[in-house]
């Protein structure tokens, strides 16, 4: 009887950056390597340069016995055996290798493949109207198994593929928020005598809202009272090179408003954006388009109540005045509502240091609720 080689596990990523998507394919990594895969993983991304020069991530998941792989975008996809697994880790992959994957389990190549769609809007990505007609007969047979991040993600997805049956569904992104020798609960919890936002992110085109955030604190800074507890504001992971134009605007206006109550960290690996959300008590997400922000997940498991708008994952994540506070709908400026808030969250008669600190607790149980989630239900069955 000829020797059957045992099948691989081959993530597909778009980059290795400390970002979205690659950090999930980390932490899918980890996860399998825990059910025995961990020899058997390959963790292939096609972020040609930028991977060899700039990311840390490739570096750290090799360190800890990963078969990393970086090619360029043109490069073709290694051709797996026909019991191997394939994930597809986001829709910004090259189009030649998610059609490569597409013709595999067409005709029959491999058995199964998995596409985890991180990004919010399908259609930017993949604008022919040929992608849903290819994709439907795979997810009706099940022989495509297609996740989103959340509820809110959910709806865009059927829509755009006519599709609502159980082979499209929500996987929420789950990363290590405990292990050993670094558990984020258990930092102690947050303090409130003054009122410390962070918001953490690249500014990029300005999606992730700091704009709007310096408008409230603006507004809310006009009606300035003794009593109120201070108001200090960090940006995390803004860019600092010499193209970072809108990063160097919001590092001048915060500091033209707070003075040294603003700060902010360049953007830099998980760790380093960690270690400065530590400082804060609230955190903030203000996004004009989320898929599900995992950095409210981590501000959660560091105790922290959440100012969330309703992007993506607000549905999974906010309990509103449980464990933070339902902002609405996006908007390109505050509203007078949002400055009210604001201000409650300030002044201490109406809103007690002990609230908070319920708050707090209930932060971090939701977060412990996510941590009891896994990748292996939807991968390995």
Known sequence: MPFQQAPKFWLYSHNFTHTGAP??????????AEQGWRRRLRLVSWGGHHDRVHTKLRRELEAEGFHCRVLNPEQAA????????????????????????????????????????????????????KWPQRLLPLLSTGKLQMRVPSIHTLGSYQKWLGYSGSNLAVQTPLLQLENSGCSLFAQPLPTFNSLRLQLTGMAGDGNKGHSWLLQLIQQ????????????????????????ALLDRELRFWGHALLGDRFSWVPHGNRSDALNAMVNANFAVSCSRSET????????????????????????????????????????????????????????????TNSQL?????????????????????????
């Open 78 to 129: 290694p051709k797996p055996k026909p019991n191997d697994r394939i994930l597809l880790n986001s829709l910004a992959l090259p189009e030649a290798v998610i059609k490569t994957a597409l013709a595999w389990i067409e005709y029959g190549e491999i058995k199964r493949l998995d596409w985890y769609g991180h990004e919010g809007n399908p259609s930017q990505l993949l604008a022919d109207k």
């Open 23 to 32: 950090l999930v394919l980390g932490a899918i990594a980890r996860e399998l």
């Open 220 to 243: 809310a800074l006009c009606l300035e009272k003794k009593e109120l507890r201070p108001l200090e504001l960090q940006f995390i992971g803004l860019e600092s090179d010499f193209h």
């Open 292 to 351: 599900f922000s995992m950095v409210s997940l981590e501000a959660m498991a560091l105790g922290q109540p959440l100012l969330r708008n309703r992007t993506g994952g607000w549905q999974e994540q906010l309990l509103g005045g449980i464990n933070g506070f339902d902002l609405g709908e996006t908007g390109l400026t505050p509203q007078p509502q949002h400055v009210q808030l604001l201000q409650r969250l300030r002044d201490p008669l109406l809103t």
């Open 357 to 381: 600190q319920t708050m707090a607790q209930a932060a971090r149980a939701k977060a412990k609720s996510f941590s009891q989630m896994n990748y292996s239900n939807w991968l390995l069955n």
